[in-house]
């Protein structure tokens, strides 16, 4: 966890506040807009190794059934999450300062401090 001390530190000049979705906000097709990335397919494929199924197949093809399954879910977000931070660097090479990531339970505690 970030340290809140930390984020008063940063300099908004060159540092990125990226916020991750969570479990509820998966969708069948997920992901399919990173794959003409091979470092993001990559990052699928390195989670379908360590779960032991087709992580990829899951997101693009569902059902909605299994990708909402918690266990399914919370692999989908982190993998698909990367995939789009693997291109925002790509598309935006200017993008290269720090980066803070904020999860919504973090983000539901700074709100509510």
């Known amino acids: 966890m970030i340290p809140l001390e930390y984020l ?23 992901g399919k807009n990173t794959l003409e990335y091979s470092e993001a397919k990559d990052l699928y494929d390195i989670a379908s190794d360590i779960v032991q199924y087709d992580i990829l197949k899951v997101c693009l093809d569902g059902p909605i059934e299994l990708l909402s399954r918690t266990e399914v879910c919370q692999t989908a977000t982190l993998v698909t ?13 200017e993008v290269n300062g720090s980066f803070i990531s904020l999860d919504q339970i973090l983000m539901q505690f700074l709100l509510s401090h």
């Open 8 to 30: 008063f530190q940063v300099d908004p000049t060159t540092t990125s506040l990226l916020l991750f979705p969570g479990q509820g906000s998966q969708f069948v097709g997920m």
């Open 81 to 93: 999450s990367l995939a789009a931070l693997v291109k925002l660097r790509e598309e935006n090479p």
